[in-house]
């Protein structure tokens, strides 16, 4: 029993299709298979990079864990309870465990809501803070990464792309979930402020014992983070195995193809 | 920041000189109303007949003030209104009579407005944000609605509660709530898919209050142009519902006024039509082009990122 005590995250057999729709009646003439079939395990603590190129269903993998698209088959474990039939209060309360944090940021927050609005509205919702207490929990927050409290009133047009990513994972931390989803969550950013964002994520995951699944399609930006890497192509998982095997020794030719995309930046002549 | 773009918004319409133009015309439309709106519930407290309405046989047919300075014959009797724009065939003032129907105008684009725009807020938001059967259902209502030719519609509904504002009122704001709600829609359809409600979705938020406090002020500037839109129109369709007699009984509306005065036009009683006409040619002109003006400024389609 101990493999699944420490099994965060089971999925099996997943499949996700979106129909394609043609004619007068919208009838179902076939499907995108973005998902097609995944097997795949987070254990607690750990970082999963999943790599593919765009279009490989990597992002639909991540809303279908978040519950924001409906799988045509499989099962989805999170603490070995299937949260595909969750409904209701249940659903919210797994909303907990498992957050996520987009790529764009500017995107992901409300352009009309405070700071203070966007970190707190969700703890409010949950019954975690009151309207007394929100301010503290957002300052308490907003000190996680490295921001200062004197922005709370502040609107998210007033920042950069970097602190607009900060108060993203502010806000998804803010339900002190268990997973923490990464979907392109650095690829946005330019590459100075990536490299603070990405040790931002890996001091945050120490401190509260986060796991996270890291979506990117750069391998580059999970090889000093990831515990283990899936690659994913067309839907499925070609290969998966711990980070340094499969960085040091790709047996899918399509993860060869990957590696060979990073580029090198050499500092001195060799 | 709600409050803060309306007021740069009224700022920047302000700052160039045909809205500002348009901006002083609707005020004095809303003055003349106000003010219209108080002579009628004075005359309704003190229980007589109102001076808009009063009958006087000598002054029939009298030409306005400025075309009476050069012909020699005034009726200069005392206690008689100055007849600025002229008198009706009835000897009414007809000035008095167009704030009476500036008054009338503003009560039915104002309710019709209560009526249409609630309605196709919320139908649009449903159907733009559950999507599916919910959205065939908005969708489907909007097109058979559409489909109806809307006088028809009014007629029906003149027919059933009977002739008068309340028939104006229903038939206008259930025939026109059709543009809010697929604009409505539309706008909502592209947020749905936006990161900052999937992100909503997944902390775990209502879909009502996704829909109220997330989608719709940002969705609010499509209130605010389909109000200016659709007020003109709908104050211009009561003209032609009373026109044809079927709206506003017994009170000055524009309509009863154009068809009270095409019958002495051919006498060259040119008067009452002109500044009717005028009257509304003004109001359309004026809400139509801030419409344009405010959906040039508000249109996320049309305004880049930089006057964010």
């Known amino acids: ?270 | 920041m709600e409050a803060r773009s309306e007021t740069s918004v009224l700022q920047r319409l302000w700052q160039r000189w045909d809205t500002r133009l348009c901006l002083l015309a609707v005020a004095v439309y809303t003055l003349a109303a106000l003010y219209g709106e108080a002579v009628y519930r004075y005359y309704r407290i003190a229980d007589r007949a109102p001076a808009y309405n009063s009958v006087c046989e000598e002054a029939r047919y009298v030409p306005p003030l400025f075309a009476r300075v050069f012909s020699a014959g005034a009726p200069g009797a005392a206690g008689r209104p100055l007849y600025l724009l002229g008198s009706d065939n009835l000897g009414r003032d007809v000035l008095q009579r167009l704030v009476q129907g500036t008054r009338i105008a503003f009560h039915v684009g104002i309710v019709t407005s209560l009526i249409a725009i609630p309605l196709g807020v919320v139908l649009g938001c449903a159907g733009g944000y559950f999507g599916g059967r919910a959205d065939s259902l908005v969708v489907w209502l909007c097109a058979t609605v559409a489909s109806m030719p809307g006088l028809l519609f009014i007629l029906a509904i003149a027919m059933v509660i009977g002739q008068g504002l309340a028939g104006v009122y229903l038939g206008i704001g259930l025939t026109t709530w059709v543009s809010v709600c697929r604009n409505i829609r539309g706008e909502v359809i592209k947020h749905r898919e936006r990161a900052y409600v999937q992100a909503a979705r997944v902390l775990g938020y209502s879909d009502l209050r996704i829909i109220f406090r997330h989608v719709l002020p940002n969705v609010a500037h499509i209130v605010l142009i389909a109000f200016s839109i659709r007020f003109p129109s709908s104050v211009a369709m009561e003209v032609f519902i009373s026109f044809l007699g079927i709206g506003v009984q017994g009170e000055p509306s524009w309509g009863i006024m154009i068809n009270n005065a095409r019958l002495r036009l051919w006498q060259g009683v040119w008067w009452e039509m002109t500044f009717v006409s005028l009257a509304i040619f003004g109001l359309v002109l004026a809400f139509n082009h801030l419409a344009d003006a405010l959906r040039d400024l508000l249109d996320p389609a049309l305004r880049n990122e930089a006057a964010n």
Not at chain 1, 48 to 58: A, D, F, Q
Not at chain 1, 63 to 85: D, F, Q
Not at chain 1, 113 to 139: K, N, S, Y
Request: charged fraction near 25%; glycine fraction near 8%; aromatic fraction near 4%.
């Open chain 1, 1 to 270: 029993m101990a493999e699944s005590e420490k099994t965060l995250l089971k999925i099996r057999g997943l499949k996700t299709w979106y129909p394609i729709k043609k004619g007068v009646l919208a009838r179902t003439v076939d499907h995108v298979r973005a998902v097609d079939g995944v097997d795949m395990e987070v254990r607690k603590g750990e970082t999963l990079g999943i790599v593919g190129e765009s279009g490989s269903g990597k992002s639909t993998l991540a809303r279908t864990i978040l519950r924001l698209e409906k799988p045509r088959a499989g099962s989805i474990e999170v603490n070995g309870k299937n949260i595909l039939s969750l409904k209701g209060k249940a659903l919210r309360d797994y909303r907990r465990t498992v957050q996520v944090v987009f790529q764009d940021p500017q995107a992901s927050l409300n352009p009309r809501h405070t700071v203070l609005e966007l970190l707190t509205e969700a703890m409010l919702v949950h019954g975690l803070t009151t309207r007394e207490g929100r301010r503290a929990a957002a300052t308490e927050l907003l000190d996680d990464v490295g921001m200062s409290a004197d922005m709370l009133d502040r609107y998210p047009h007033a920042f950069s792309g970097g602190q607009r990513q900060r108060i993203c994972i502010a806000r998804a931390l803010s339900l002190k979930p268990q997973l923490l989803i990464c979907d392109e969550a650095v690829s946005a950013l330019d590459l100075s402020v990536r490299a603070q964002a990405l040790n931002l994520l890996q001091d945050l995951k120490a401190k509260h014992g986060l796991s996270y699944l890291f979506i990117t399609h750069d391998i580059g930006v999970v090889q000093h983070l990831a515990d283990r890497i899936a690659v994913m192509r067309d839907g499925r998982i070609v290969e998966h195995g711990d980070a340094d095997d499969v960085l040091q020794n790709p047996a899918h030719p399509y993860t060869r193809l990957l590696l060979q995309a990073v580029p090198v930046i050499r500092t001195s002549p060799q």
